[in-house]
């Protein structure tokens, strides 16, 4: 659209201003038009160029590139009324660079460009001219969200060697960033949005959702529940809301708009872990978050300091790429609080999600880089990446649950293993000894139960392949070959280590084993020690660490080294109708529940269960001991 006579002003000292209209121009335009001023017979009122100027005001380079001739100038406000390409002026010192972005958006768009405006290593906003997508510097004939130009140089620097951010950030919509660097011609930038059908609560109703906290820096986690921690930069706890209005959560606090503050970055500015860095001879102390700076081939660079494992001491260090490029090997960098790191050898880009610091949400999580939330608030179908970059998922919590009991009933589960075999050879009826194929496993009680082909038999001891059979012997003959099975409770899943320190010694609190406590058994409860002699010692424990049981009550009677033990699902008196124990599934597991109560005179009460994928409910019987 040509320019209109009156709307730009030419001063003696070249300086071309607005003078009046809003309309956008194709920056070529502003050539054409200073070429028809120089049309003139002579200078006229705003309008200070003519055939006898001794300067040619501009140089049309190519249609996307226009040279202002010194002292010929635009300033901020004369750039916003042009387009499509860019200007260079005083003598090169000063750029305003075209860009275009192109794509498609689920909803009218305000998009967010990124700049380190004051080239001092912290991007900001660009203050924004051009307003949305359905605005007049948008063509949605040809799929163009927005034209203009941006300042990309000024008084001979380049504002972060001309890098910008575009981004996408709409509450209700998905989230999208696009990476440009500007040039002397015209460059091209691509977003893309959809409905996310996730994200379409009104953020008045978002902003009272304030259970939701993320711990920020280097943590550990145990996410795949196997005793051992995983470390992460993020740890975000539900509180009373919902896995659902977590992701809502998160997605608000970095909309456009948001005043939200993320590891120490306005929301809109935050981004996530763009790189894992190896570090060695550090100083001083590292905070977390705070600005890293450094200079690499010359360039000054910046970046947000996410996590370290060590802020004295560090080994990593994890950072948002700020200003600049990446630093390589042999590269010091400076934290605002003096501590420093040298890069030692390997620097790794880690991806970013876009949509949501967090990560995806589907009705389950798949978490972004280093994001994690609080293990209890997760479910077998999210997975998170840990630091070390491996996914894992959390373990399948489901309910053990047992029905039928009144108060006071005294209650009893635990894993239980099976050994099965066949019997061996003709026997009669009545006989107290049965020979079998391989034998009992010597890890087994020397009494307990035996079935034979679904006929249950009680054994008061056994001797590698006899085993003796109480009672009035054997029920039936047997021609030999019928399946056997002993079931008892998995007394050795766990061995102690040697007493040593403060664990498994008299008067210790802490019991040590020499494997992980999985997230198979419950974090709080009891556990029963082999006494060395003839029975299990139990005690009560308050937290799991790895592989030791902490807040071990009574404090240990003896010393534990070296002997087995085990983990009951429960041990405890009922105080209503029904208990319900939430374990974790790994696999299909066995157990038996017992119960007693012999102040309301019944039955002990013993029965099998199996945890499934959908955990287990079971109906105990209280029959009265007649």
Known sequence: MAITKGDFSVAVNG?????????????????????????????????????????????????????????????????????????????????????????????????????????????????????????????????????????????GVDLDGKRILLKAAELGDSYAEFPVTLTTSKETGALSTLTDTFNQTAAGTIATWTTVVNTEGYQGLDINGDGSNEFYFANVTKGSQTQAQTYEVAKYDQRRGSTETLYGLTGPLFRGITHEITVDTPTGTLVEPEKLTWTEATISSSGQLLATDSTTAATKVWIQLLTGIAPTDGTVLTGAGAGTVTVNVTVTTRPVNANCWMGN??????????????????????????????????????????????SGDIIFAAETKTDTDTVSGAHSL??????????????????????IDGVEHVFTNYTGASVTIGGSGLKAALTGGETTSVTQIYNDRFTTTADAGSVNGVGDSIIEFTANVTSAFPTSGKARLWDGVDRYDE??????????????????????????????????????TSISKTVVHSGDVSGRWRLYNSANNIVPFEVGFTITSGGSTTQLIRNADA
């Not at 607005?18 to 309008?47: F, K």
């Not at 890890?443 to 307990?448: I, K, L, M, N, P």
């Open 15 to 155: 300086d071309i201003r607005e003078v009046a209209g809003t309309s956008l121009h194709q920056s070529v335009e502003m050539h054409r038009w200073l070429m028809d001023l120089l049309d003139d017979a002579a200078a006229t009122n705003d309008d200070l160029v003519a055939v006898d100027s001794a300067i040619i005001p501009s140089r049309r380079i190519t249609d996307n590139t226009i040279q202002l001739n010194a002292p010929y100038n635009i300033d901020q406000t004369v750039s916003e009324r042009f387009y499509d390409g860019s200007f260079i002026q005083n003598d090169g010192d000063d750029v305003f660079s075209a860009l275009v972005v192109k794509g498609s958006v689920a909803s009218t768009t305000t998009i967010l460009i990124i700049q380190d405006t004051n080239n001092d290593g912290s991007p900001t906003l660009v203050t924004n001219f051009w307003g949305d997508t359905s605005g007049a510097y948008a063509d949605a004939a040809n799929q163009i969200l927005l034209q203009c130009l941006i300042k990309s140089r000024t008084a």
């Open 361 to 406: 949400y589907t009705g389950a999580w798949l978490g972004a880089y280093g994001v994690a939330m609080l293990p209890a608030d997760t479910v077998a179908a999210d997975a998170f990446t840990a630091l070390d970059n491996t996914s894992r998922n959390p373990p399948n919590n489901v309910s053990l649950v047992a029905t039928g009991l009144v």
């Open 430 to 451: 009545g006989d107290t000894t049965l020979t079998l194929t391989t034998g009992i496993d010597t890890s087994y009680d020397t009494v307990g139960r035996i079935i």
């Open 539 to 576: 005690y009560s424990y308050t937290g799991v660490s790895g592989a030791q049981l902490t807040g071990v009550t009574p404090t240990l009677t003896q010393s534990y080294g070296s002997v087995v033990g085990y983990i009951p699902y429960a041990s405890e008196t009922a105080s209503g």
